[in-house]
């Protein structure tokens, strides 16, 4: 994907809002894992480990039905922890 094309996917949100900056996230997020849009909504706090930098997908989200483990990049891993530990202001 050419470095055009990205920076113009991440720069598409508005990230002063809760719902862009909700969507930067799972952009970032999906291009930093490869997971699927259908898993990564279905994910809830408890399957971060921010300490190792990891994603744990349970077997009752996995598409395979498989449970597995994602490595986080640092900056993935701190703009997604700062998005779940936010109160949405709109709906």
């Known amino acids: 994907m050419p470095l055009e094309v990205l920076k113009e996917l991440l720069g598409a ?3 002063k809002s809760y719902t862009g ?3 930067y996230c799972l952009i970032l997020f999906m291009l930093d894992t490869g997971i699927r849009s259908g898993e990564a909504l279905k994910l809830k706090k408890e399957d971060f480990n921010f300490a190792s930098f990891e994603v744990t997908i349970p077997e009752d989200v996995a598409k395979t039905r498989k449970k597995r483990t994602l490595p986080l990049s640092p900056v993935v891993a701190k703009e997604i922890k700062k998005l779940l530990f ?3 202001l709109e709906c």
Do not use: G, H, S, Y
């Open 13 to 15: 949100p508005d990230k």
């Open 21 to 23: 900056f909700r969507d």
């Open 86 to 88: 936010l109160q949405p």
